[in-house]
């Protein structure tokens, strides 16, 4: 697209925020600082104890540390940046600055949906096939898929930025999130957005249904041989182990089935931001109160790291 003689680039962008809801803003500066907090010091803490107690040094316990990671890049990309458009007038952002924090964000939040489904057939081989696990999770091959993991989605989040990059931006600069977005960006382009658009396709197709389907049938098995256990005690201690991993998987597709899985020419300003709310603040919150509270092992390492939490 040929740029008018009037029209010039933008180098700066504004994040609209919350900035329509001014009388809130303060009450959700309280909020978003309180959850971050609690995001840094849980995952901070799984890490730790994780790394720190031999005994946990077993491929789910691997796959929780990763998962840690991401909840610490991905809500650690966005919040100081929301918290200090919270307490100003307004929040610019450069274009530097707004690739990178998209970059960082996209590269966190779909790493943590493929290990999502990498933990869900670690469930699955424990469940469904005791005997062998420990030449099917053997540590190498837990290496190469947590490796695989950080590879792929850092391939593909540099193909999405780099086409990001190629754009132009000739204003407005108003970025309606809190964050720096692809639909929202895509938006503002006055160039054709037509490759980014396939590519956004293309992304949700693996890592939103893709992804979730295989997640489905690993779970499928995993209710299929708990229902089969003869003992109530046996179907109780599977379900114990997976039951945590579960509940985040819910809660993480939820938020980006209600905010990505759309044409971007839908996009809802007031649903993306809910959605942003949900998987870079508030469930990088709770996966270590899910993890640590319905985890006897994990709280005892947090005990035998942290004496005085002992009763």
């Not at 740029?3 to 978003?32: A, D, M, R």
């Not at 540099?158 to 929202?184: D, K, Q, S, Y």
């Not at 993480?252 to 089935?257: H, K, L, N, R």
Request: hydrophobic letters at 45%; glycine letters at 4%; proline letters at 5%.
């Amino acid at each position: 697209m040929t740029l008018n003689i009037n029209q010039t680039l933008v180098t700066e962008f504004l994040l609209q925020g919350f900035s329509e809801h001014p009388e809130y803003q303060l009450s959700l500066f309280i909020c978003f600082l309180s959850l971050y907090s609690v995001a840094l010091v849980g995952n901070v803490l799984i890490i730790l104890a994780i790394t720190c107690n031999p005994g946990l040094y077993t491929p789910m316990y691997f796959f929780l540390l990763n998962l840690a990671t991401m909840d610490i890049i991905c809500t650690s990309s966005i919040m100081p940046k929301t918290l200090k458009g919270l307490v100003s007038d307004r929040s610019p952002i450069s274009y530097g600055g707004c690739m990178a924090q998209l970059y960082f964000l996209t590269w966190a939040a779909s790493s943590e949906l493929l290990l999502l489904t990498v933990m869900a057939y670690d469930r699955y081989a424990a469940i469904c096939h005791p005997l062998h696990y420990g030449n099917m999770m053997n540590k190498e091959f837990c290496s190469m898929l947590a490796a695989g993991v950080w590879a792929l989605c850092a391939c593909n989040t540099a193909i999405h930025t780099g086409l990001m990059t190629r754009l132009n931006f000739c204003g407005p600069n108003v970025i309606t999130h809190f964050f720096c977005e692809v639909p929202p960006l895509l938006l503002l382009s006055c160039s054709s957005t037509y490759v980014n658009s396939v590519m956004i396709v293309l992304a949700d197709a693996f890592y939103g249904i893709l992804n979730f389907l295989m997640t489905i049938v690993s779970y499928g098995f995993i209710i299929s041989s708990i229902l089969k256990m003869r003992t109530s005690e046996g179907k109780k201690k599977a379900f114990s182990t997976c039951s945590s991993h579960l509940i985040v998987v819910c809660m993480y597709y939820t938020a980006v089935f209600y905010a990505y899985i759309s044409p971007v020419s839908s996009y809802n300003p007031e649903k993306s931001k809910l959605a942003g709310v949900l998987y870079t603040m508030l469930s990088p919150t709770l996966n270590p109160l899910i993890y640590t509270l319905r985890n006897k092992e994990v709280k005892a390492a947090l005990r035998k790291l942290f004496p005085f939490l002992k009763n």
